[in-house]
């Protein structure tokens, strides 16, 4: 880690690390800022990002659009916010893997099952607790959620940690580009965190919402309170903070694996030159291209919708028919999953996956006589395109 890259103030934290790596020194991160931030170029795209998250913000009260809380969109954020950190899987294995017992679970898809699943369960605990939700315990409960599936992890998922970690320098101290919190300074830093997520100071008064959600993220990397697994709860809170706030949560994951350069240089000019502006900046792109991304993803599935209409004449609230509403969420289910979502019979549910096999709209994927699953790869296709790329209908 270079002086000359640090800042004055971020020099000033630096402190001696343990041995055996008492020839270098960690930065230990100055408090979140409460006051205003300087923005310069970065108030044009901030204005952008309040805007649009005042879009998705009118959509979900006025239309009440399924689409907007989807659960789709956690799972493909748990896709993207683990492939960042090198864990790879598919958004066609993750479904497989929560729809069916039968499908091979190998050790990534079920590490980003994890973290799907700890979305569903922390999410409704944010809009129930609110600020109030952002305690270390919270930090250390998330660490264990996504972190129980990986067999590799050496320390106790929830722990922080007690070892010097760096980044960059491919395994070499000496060549690191940044040396996170010391361990004995981890837990009053993380607290510092917290407070500033909890709006204990000024912040909410002289602070956006999206400034807050950007400095939090920056401080709470800088921190690095584990071994491993820092990014994925770090991304993690991001929703976290928009549920506490009772805004509908939109997924940034995605965004950010596609501009995964842009993404770490906008950290580390904030954890060490304190260019919050930068990492604020990066936000703020990423809520646009989340929200503009989201609302094509939106009207392509529903003009998908209106082509799977056209293949069969449809009876008037047949299982089928109801059924094309719930692929878009489910594109990959079995029959008891359609019979359960539609409150419907197993026969009657199976009848109506028939139909829409022989439409072309599913497709039987195990070849297995009994548990099989289906997938709907039309909306598959829409649903995990690469980001950015325009949508494919059939």
């Not at 904030?270 to 929200?291: C, I, K, N, S």
């Not at 293949?311 to 359960?340: I, M, N």
């Amino acid at each position: 880690m270079k002086r000359d890259q640090l800042s004055h103030a971020v020099r000033e934290r630096l402190k001696r690390l343990p041995p055996p790596f008492d020839s270098h020194y960690g930065v230990v991160p100055l408090p979140p800022p409460e006051e205003g931030i300087a923005l310069g170029p970065a108030l044009a795209r901030l204005k952008a990002a309040d805007a649009a998250l005042v879009r998705i913000e009118t959509l979900a009260a006025e239309l009440k659009d399924p689409y907007l809380i989807s659960r789709i969109l956690p799972r493909r954020e748990a896709v993207s916010s683990s492939s960042i950190e090198g864990t790879n899987s598919t958004l066609d294995e993750l479904l497989s893997v929560e729809e069916s017992e039968d499908s091979p679970q190998g050790e990534a898809a079920v590490q980003v099952r994890d973290y799907a699943l700890a979305l569903d369960d922390f999410l409704p605990r944010a809009r129930k607790e609110k600020l109030e939700l952002f305690t270390t315990a919270l930090v250390q409960d998330l660490h264990r959620a996504v972190m129980r599936g990986d067999a590799d992890y050496k320390d106790k998922p929830g722990d922080f940690r007690e070892r010097v970690v760096w980044i960059g320098g491919r395994g070499d101290i000496a060549y690191s580009t940044y040396n996170p919190t010391p361990p004995a300074d981890i837990a009053p830093c993380l607290e510092e965190t917290m407070k500033y997520m909890r709006c204990e100071g000024m912040q909410a008064m002289y602070q956006s919402f999206i400034v807050r959600m950007s400095v939090a993220h920056a401080h709470f990397e800088a921190v690095h309170p584990f071994r491993d697994g820092n990014g994925r709860v770090g991304r993690l809170l991001l929703p976290l903070m928009m549920a506490a706030e009772g805004m509908m949560p939109i997924y940034l994951s995605p965004y950010i694996e596609a501009h995964k350069t842009a993404y770490y240089d906008s950290l580390k000019a904030a954890q060490q030159r304190l260019e919050w502006h930068e990492a604020v900046g990066f936000m703020a792109d990423a809520v646009v291209g989340t929200t503009d991304e989201l609302l094509r993803t939106r009207e392509a599935l529903a003009t998908l919708g209106a082509m799977w209409r056209e293949r069969r004449k449809f009876r008037q609230g047949s299982a089928s028919l109801r059924a094309l509403d719930v692929l878009p969420h489910y594109p990959v289910l079995t029959v008891k999953r359609l019979a359960k979502l539609l409150d419907i019979t197993v026969q009657a549910a199976s009848q109506a996956v028939d139909q829409l096999v022989e439409r072309k709209i599913l497709v039987e994927r195990t070849g297995y006589a009994r548990n099989r699953v289906f997938t709907a790869p039309d909306a598959l296709s829409i649903i995990n395109r690469p980001f950015g790329e325009d949508p494919i209908l059939p």
